[in-house]
């Protein structure tokens, strides 16, 4: 069975978003993400985002390509930016695609 595809946002303190991602990062889902990202990053207490893939089942081209597009935006507006538990197939697509180094903090 499919899990649903769901973000959702903590705040951790002293500007720290959590992006909570759960269910498939896919070309159906990636728009929703990167959109979330942008929420996060126009806070006005913002000061970083972390990206919480511990619950994502699937993570596809697209899904790499809305976490690189967050990490831009982000720093443009001068926030930090990581990737957190990221593991299994998720981890290996991230390692394989060549840019673990650049978004897992």
Request: net charge neutral; hydrophobic share 50%.
């Amino acid at each position: 069975m499919e899990t649903p595809f769901a973000v959702v946002r903590r705040d951790e303190g002293a500007g720290v978003s959590r992006l909570v991602v759960t269910g498939e990062l896919d070309q159906h889902t990636c728009d929703d993400l990167a959109a979330r990202i942008a929420g996060a990053a126009a806070r006005i207490d913002a000061t970083e985002i972390v990206v919480d893939l511990g619950r994502v089942t699937l993570l596809a081209a697209a899904g790499v390509r809305a976490l690189l597009q967050g990490r831009e935006a982000a720093a443009l507006t001068g926030l930090g930016f990581r990737v957190v538990n990221a593991t299994g197939i998720v981890y290996q697509v991230l390692r394989i695609s060549g840019v673990s180094r650049t978004l897992i903090g």
